[in-house]
């Protein structure tokens, strides 16, 4: 049996995909190969949360699964809309990485040291609202790109091959914010400069996670459940989940889907298991900074309707303070 493994054909998308494709290999025993598929998200061009959001990613993994043309996909976790794929399951959510955002600025420079104007590139509303909210004296700018682009927009940074100042292009920005799981993954992080710790940014949902995504009847049979299988493929799927990471991010995409979040809505949210509790904490935010509405909860309910019902109750809080009135939550 040859497992085949769809993927996105950026850097990123390969390396991630590629690290998980040697775990299954190594757990299952069996030969894998990478199919690459081209989405929207890859060849659409203008702002990310103009064109629907990170879901422009998904679609077309998601089509190829169910087309049979692959049989697992690997998603950026952030990546995956909250609601149902019919005949799709997330099979395995493999251990979290760094779910902090990182500032990539010239010369070193930390958040609190940029001067007052400085150009901040980012394609994030959630982003772009909490830098506003904490130095609404700087310029944020609507970026895209993929991660190399990006950096390449910053000059002087570990890495960077060009030094050419081109507007739009390169060497332009005084600093970009990104992912630091990203730049974990291809090896990136001497850009750089600050990491930004959740009291000042929160990640978004699933931020930091892997999705592996493949048809249901494929997936790793639940206990109580004839759905799914217990095959090989199956077996090593569940040997790859984090039972810890997938507490968290459910209660994380729990709080989106009752905020009726889209991808593009200024929302922050991170959750962890520390001891016998799981912890949620959320923001939302106004895209111009000016209101934030932030608040947590925790629970001893370390199961996934535990996880669920703790992603709810922190929405209806966050609602109950106004977050509808300051934020479109419905932005795609």
């Keep these: 049996m040859s497992v085949r493994i769809g993927t996105r054909a950026s850097k990123l998308a390969l390396t991630q995909t590629q690290q998980t494709a040697d775990q299954l290999a190594a757990v299952g025993g069996f030969p894998v190969e990478l199919v690459h598929i081209r989405t929207d998200g890859d060849v659409l061009k203008g702002s990310l949360s103009q064109m629907g959001g990170t879901g422009v990613f998904v679609a077309a993994l998601r089509d190829a699964l169910l087309q049979n043309t692959c049989d697992i996909a690997v998603h950026s976790l952030k990546d995956l809309p909250t609601g149902p794929a019919l005949g799709l399951s997330l099979a395995a959510t493999p251990k979290r990485v760094d779910v902090r955002d990182v500032l990539c600025a010239r010369d070193g420079l930390k958040l609190a040291d940029l001067p007052s104007g400085a150009s901040v590139g980012t394609g994030s509303p959630r982003r772009a609202a909490q830098l506003r909210a904490v130095r609404p004296d ?97 077996q090593a799927l569940a040997a790859l989940d984090d039972p810890d990471t997938r507490l968290a991010v459910t209660a994380e995409r729990a709080l989106l889907a009752r905020l009726e979040a889209g991808c593009a809505a200024p929302v922050g949210a991170y959750a962890y298991r520390k001891g016998s509790m799981l912890h949620l904490e959320a923001v939302v935010c106004a895209v111009d900074g000016t209101a934030t509405v932030r608040d947590k909860k925790a629970t001893d309910g370390l199961t996934e309707v535990g996880a669920t019902l703790l992603g709810i109750e922190l929405a209806e809080v966050l609602l109950a303070r106004g977050a509808a009135d300051i934020a479109d939550l419905a932005a795609s």
């Design 138 to 234: 700087l310029d944020i700018r609507d970026i895209r790109g993929n991660v190399d682009t990006r950096l390449g927009r910053v000059p002087g940074l570990s890495g960077n091959t060009n030094d050419a100042v081109v507007d739009g292009k390169s060497n332009d920005l005084d600093a970009v914010v990104l992912a630091a799981a990203g730049l974990h993954r291809i090896g990136r992080l001497d850009a750089v400069s600050e990491y930004l710790e959740t009291d000042i940014m929160l990640p978004a949902a699933g931020q930091g996670a892997l999705a592996i995504e493949c048809r249901t009847a494929d997936a790793p049979r639940r206990a109580g459940s004839t759905e799914g299988s217990q095959g090989v493929l199956a």
